[in-house]
DNA sequence: TCATTGATTTCA
DNA sequence: GAAATCAATGAT
């Protein structure tokens, strides 16, 4: 058992988006670990990309995102749904990766309600964090991409990245 | 297909 | 300040 650490978020977001599925998510906040296995993520891919937050610059909201990669970008949307990202890359290249699935779980609103994600872990550091981390057990399957769900108003050629990864197979 | 729901962002 | 937006989900 040995926690990822901050190597392997440095890469790009399509790199670690690629690379998560098939790894697990430790959370331990009853001080009892639990473990999800991973099965389906998305990129988001720094300022350029007009589906990324980040898109229109630095805010409060998105500012975890221009650290470098390893933390929780954690946000609430539609008034009812906590979405749970891991921020990549190096410092001020801002980058995540939302969490879409999990082992049980399909769904990024699914996901944070299962492992109990709310603001409280926006920032959190998955390579220091006694409460949530990242196992990669040597388990990396046969992928399928698609496009990112959701960000129609990003417009192309935004909307038509195959930036979607799910665990799967032809 | 529609209602829900409120933080964040944008516009004035 | 007010208005619009939204990485979704569950019910109808």
Not at 16 to 34: E, F, Q, T, W, Y
Not at 90 to 95: D, T
Request: hydrophobic share 35%; glycine share 12%.
């Amino acid at each position: 058992m040995s926690r990822t650490g901050r190597h392997f978020f440095l890469g790009d977001a399509v790199t670690v988006a690629r690379m998560l599925p098939g790894m697990d998510i430790v959370i331990a906040s009853d001080n009892l670990p639990v473990r999800y296995m991973i099965t389906e993520t998305e990129a988001y891919l720094g300022e350029e990309d007009r589906a990324c937050h980040a898109s229109r610059g630095k805010t409060k909201r998105t500012e975890v995102m221009y650290l470098d990669g390893g933390r929780l970008y954690v946000y609430f949307v539609y008034g009812m749904h906590w979405m749970m990202n891991i921020v990549t890359g190096p410092e001020n290249h801002p980058q995540a990766v939302l969490i879409r699935g999990v082992s049980g779980f399909t769904g990024p609103g699914r996901v944070t309600k299962a492992l109990g994600i709310d603001r409280s872990y926006n920032g959190e550091d998955l390579t220091m964090s006694e409460r949530i981390w990242i196992e990669d057990k040597g388990y990396h399957p046969e992928l399928l991409s698609g496009p990112r769900v959701g960000i129609g108003y990003a417009g192309e050629p935004w909307i038509s990245k195959p930036w979607r990864f799910m665990i799967g197979k032809y």
